[in-house]
């Protein structure tokens, strides 16, 4: 089975509060990455599939992507970083692009084996992280 659209809404939100769980747990509870956490959420724009701006049409892998057209260093960055070339910025952005990427890759794998299998009955087994973080 290779299509995401059969996944169950419940299910959909169990994983979406699990990634935000680990997210945090990795990050730390920190003000700024609970607030994060309340503005994004794992869905579907048409038959594609991410993690997209809560309730708004727009996945951030294509935000990501987007500041790959940011040529020139942004201020803000040559700030912090003056010796940033505009080459280290362009590699830093794609670079940004291709994990993310990979990330929400790694999510449609899990869901995928998740629906072959037959411990997809209990929807609210917890995620196995090697599923998602892993390259098999």
Same mark, same amino acid.
């Given at each position: 089975?290779?299509?995401?659209?059969? +996944?169950?809404?419940?299910?959909? @939100?169990?994983?979406?509060?699990? +990634?935000?769980?680990?997210?945090?747990?990795?990050?730390?509870?920190?003000?700024?990455?609970?607030?994060?956490?309340?503005?994004?959420?794992?869905?579907?724009?048409?038959?594609?599939?991410?993690?997209? +701006?809560?309730?708004?049409?727009?996945?951030?892998?294509?935000?990501?992507?987007?500041?790959?057209?940011?040529?020139?260093?942004?201020?803000?960055?040559?700030?912090?970083?003056?010796?940033?070339?505009?080459?280290?910025?362009?590699?830093?952005? @794609?670079?940004?692009?291709?994990?993310?990427?990979?990330?929400?890759?790694?999510?449609?794998?899990?869901?995928?084996?998740?629906?072959?299998?037959?411990?997809?009955? *209990?929807?609210?087994?917890?995620? *196995?992280? @090697?599923?998602?973080?892993?390259?098999?």
């Amino acid at each position: 089975m290779n299509n995401l659209a059969n +996944i169950p809404e419940s299910y959909l @939100r169990n994983l979406d509060s699990q +990634i935000k769980q680990i997210l945090v747990s990795f990050g730390s509870e920190t003000e700024d990455n609970v607030e994060c956490m309340n503005h994004f959420e794992l869905g579907y724009l048409g038959t594609d599939f991410g993690i997209k +701006i809560k309730n708004k049409k727009i996945f951030i892998s294509d935000i990501i992507n987007a500041l790959e057209d940011m040529e020139e260093l942004p201020q803000e960055v040559k700030e912090y970083y003056p010796n940033m070339t505009d080459q280290e910025w362009q590699t830093s952005t @794609r670079l940004s692009t291709l994990i993310f990427c990979w990330f929400e890759a790694s999510l449609k794998k899990y869901y995928l084996k998740q629906l072959e299998s037959a411990n997809y009955k *209990n929807k609210e087994k917890p995620i *196995n992280n @090697r599923l998602i973080f892993s390259n098999t």
